[in-house]
């Protein structure tokens, strides 16, 4: 988005908390304290508490992921205000402040090591893609916004074409963690125009629930031949449907 079409929208619609309606920006100081850390991260295959956020021993295999990495707990007040982001396309910058509140995080904390270890691999910075139809409704993808937010914070090289998305999912929300995965098989293709150099892939999405969706990307990427992939999300769902037993 261009620094005019930015100040644009600013203006239009200037930003408001998203908790509690005060002026200034999209979490206010007050409701950025509301917001829950997570205490450990989770093996990105079963969903169990995991060192650092890498896959455990038992789970791993050639095509998951290697880890995950999330800050916050979906979960209220950050649940409703993702949700009303979603509904309302004109307050997509609220997303790439939220990135900017988790960046300090991924930098600091004793959870993230693994995942600051990887990072000085340079590693490409790939978004979960939408379907092109999708995308066209919504203007923009959640996903997107992080990635470019890391992207441009970490120096890393942006991949925006490399993954495509080929398949017209139905919404996961309303899914079994069972039929999540059914969804999102073959939902992904690689470009292989743009997969000549086999480097390390770290996959981003805005929010984890039972991981069909990155674990399918991921699945796709590594059967490409790309040798190291990690995903990372800023928040993750709690609840029982976050486990991938």
Same mark, same amino acid.
């Given at each position: 988005?261009?620094?005019?079409?930015?100040?644009?929208?600013?203006?239009?619609?200037?930003?408001?908390?998203?908790?509690?309606?005060?002026?200034?920006?999209?979490?206010?100081?007050?409701?950025?304290?509301?917001?829950?850390?997570?205490?450990?991260? $989770?093996?990105?295959?079963?969903?169990?508490?995991?060192?650092?956020?890498?896959?455990?021993?038992?789970?791993?295999?050639?095509?998951?992921?290697?880890?995950?990495?999330?800050?916050?707990?979906?979960?209220?007040?950050?649940?409703? $205000?993702?949700?009303?982001?979603?509904?309302?396309?004109?307050?997509?910058?609220?997303?790439?402040?939220?990135?900017?509140?988790?960046?300090?995080?991924?930098?600091?904390?004793?959870?993230?090591?693994?995942?600051?270890?990887?990072?000085?691999k340079k590693p490409a910075v790939v978004s979960i893609p939408l379907f092109p139809r999708r995308y066209?409704?919504?203007?923009?993808?959640?996903?997107?916004?992080?990635?470019?937010?890391?992207?441009?914070?970490?120096?890393?090289?942006?991949?925006?074409?490399?993954?495509?998305?080929?398949?017209?999912?139905?919404?996961?929300?309303?899914?079994?963690?069972?039929?999540?995965?059914?969804?999102?098989?073959?939902?992904?293709?690689?470009?292989?125009?743009?997969?000549?150099?086999?480097?390390?892939?770290?996959?981003?999405?805005?929010?984890?629930?039972?991981?069909?969706?990155?674990?399918?990307?991921?699945?796709?990427?590594?059967? $490409?031949?790309?040798?190291?992939?990690?995903?990372?999300?800023?928040?993750?769902?709690?609840?029982?449907?976050?486990?991938?037993?």
């Open positions: 988005m261009s620094d005019f079409f930015d100040w644009l929208l600013n203006f239009l619609f200037p930003p408001r908390c998203l908790v509690c309606q005060a002026k200034g920006g999209y979490f206010c100081p007050t409701c950025r304290n509301k917001l829950i850390l997570l205490q450990s991260q $989770a093996c990105p295959v079963c969903g169990r508490p995991a060192l650092g956020g890498r896959v455990n021993e038992h789970c791993q295999n050639k095509y998951s992921l290697d880890g995950l990495s999330n800050v916050f707990s979906y979960s209220s007040p950050l649940r409703e $205000a993702i949700k009303e982001v979603k509904y309302k396309p004109y307050l997509f910058a609220a997303i790439g402040e939220l990135t900017r509140l988790a960046i300090p995080h991924f930098e600091k904390d004793a959870d993230f090591i693994l995942l600051r270890e990887f990072l000085v066209r409704e919504r203007g923009y993808n959640h996903a997107q916004i992080v990635a470019e937010s890391l992207a441009q914070e970490w120096h890393l090289r942006l991949e925006s074409d490399l993954l495509i998305r080929v398949k017209d999912t139905r919404p996961q929300y309303s899914l079994s963690s069972k039929e999540r995965r059914e969804n999102m098989k073959d939902a992904f293709l690689v470009n292989k125009q743009s997969a000549n150099n086999r480097h390390s892939i770290l996959l981003v999405d805005d929010i984890w629930t039972t991981g069909a969706t990155m674990n399918a990307a991921a699945n796709v990427l590594k059967r $490409a031949g790309f040798n190291e992939v990690w995903g990372l999300t800023l928040c993750r769902s709690l609840g029982r449907s976050s486990f991938n037993y």
